[in-house]
């Protein structure tokens, strides 16, 4: 095995997540298998491959010309908002502050 249930419990407190002992155990192999596939890629003989950016070569990107048009009108924008105040969309705090 590639990395231990102590190494997916230090990224999961990294990640502030708190995982089950059926979670940590199903990670940890989803973990490992991916390592594991990445040992494969890595042991591969690349040398004579010419690098490129994009698989396929004859994609190129169309965009628009960014050209300054009519905006809508703050009326128009919060007319469909299920909830607003003083011209702006009202959301729900998500982000407790301690003070």
Known sequence: MRITKEEVLHVARLARLELTEDELHKFTDQMDSILSWMDKL?????KDVEPTYH????LSNVLRKDEPGDSLSQHSVLANAPSREGGFFKVPRIVDVEE
């Open 42 to 46: 890595a042991s591969l003989d690349t």
């Open 55 to 58: 698989a396929l070569d004859n």
